[in-house]
């Protein structure tokens, strides 16, 4: 392991969030969320609140938020929305919400409804909200959500997710980050600061789930290796495979590495702290950090 460490140590750990992304889309994801959070190797779950095995899990859910775990919102368009009976695909989402050729009205319907059974099964606000596919920073999803949470949580704001990526090096599509930090990110990144939003540093863990091939664990490494004080992790894991889940393969490896011992020796290694993100700027304000050090 130590090979892997070289010149990665500094004198104070790194503070990173690992966010399990896509809880109550069924049963694996959930189960991989309750295993991880025991095992401290995940400080945020994003919920999809419209997902069939979202129900019933309230009371884990309220637990692991008491042990200061970010419960959020995983805002979705795109799969299991609340109020529309066909999930609008995300390419075509993409060019409506650009030309501005959307609802509004009911993108305003549907964030509402969101929350609202977030808050009836949770039972609090959200930690964070972000999106399922990232639709949270599109442009007029992302001017109603900040509206919205401005409005409902005046005391006190989730923070929302950051798409700022990250270059590595060995070979993970450079392709896919970039897009999805341009699909937004700075125009929410202005709006946060502006509204007084807290936001993660940079987004860790984007890659094509369907070409992997066995490569995650060397993705995490790099990751890992590349990460900052205040950056995310985004993860997807399941503890089954559900022939119904486009993405089963992938979220069993992620798994796979997540829950194994190499994970911890990898957090020792690089010098990582894991904590959850609103912990880090109650501490010290991701906003407060100042410039954002160049990627390695």
Same mark, same amino acid.
């Given at each position: 392991m130590n090979r892997l460490a070289d010149g990665a140590?500094?004198?104070a750990p790194r503070t990173v969030c690992v966010c399990l992304d896509d809880f109550g889309l069924h049963t694996g994801v959930n189960q991989a969320a309750m295993t991880l959070v025991e095992m401290h190797r995940v400080q945020a779950i994003g919920c999809l609140v419209g997902a069939r095995a979202w129900n019933g899990w309230g009371s884990p859910l309220r637990r692991v938020a008491d042990q200061g775990v970010d419960v959020g919102l995983h805002l979705d368009f795109t799969e299991c929305p609340l109020l529309s009976t066909k999930p609008c695909p995300l390419h075509s989402l993409i060019v409506r919400t650009m030309l501005k050729r959307v609802d509004v009205a009911g993108i305003r319907d549907e964030i509402r409804a969101q929350l609202d059974r977030f808050e009836r099964l949770v039972g609090r606000a959200p930690s964070f909200v972000d999106g399922h596919q990232h639709v949270h920073q599109l442009p007029v999803i992302r001017d109603e959500l900040v509206r919205e949470l401005s409005r409902r949580y005046a005391e006190q704001h989730p *923070? /929302?997710?950051q798409t700022r990526s990250v270059s590595i090096s060995c070979g993970t599509p450079f392709l896919k980050p970039r897009l999805i930090e341009l699909l937004g990110s700075q125009r929410l990144s202005k709006l946060s600061k502006a509204t007084g939003f807290e936001q993660n540093r940079?987004?860790?863990g984007v890659y094509d789930?369907?070409?992997a091939s066995g490569r995650y664990r060397d993705w995490l490494i790099? *990751? /890992?290796r590349?990460?900052?004080s205040g950056d995310l992790l985004m993860v997807h894991p399941s503890t089954s495979h559900s022939t119904a889940d486009r993405i089963a393969v992938a979220r069993r490896s992620e798994f796979e590495a997540l829950s194994s011992d190499e994970f911890d020796g990898l957090l020792q290694a690089f010098n990582i702290e894991l904590v959850a993100m609103s912990a880090q700027y109650r501490a010290t304000p991701i906003g407060s950090?100042?410039?954002m050090p160049p990627d390695s």
């Open positions: 140590k500094d004198s *923070w /929302l997710r940079r987004l860790l789930f369907h070409r790099e *990751w /890992l590349a990460s900052r950090h100042g410039p």
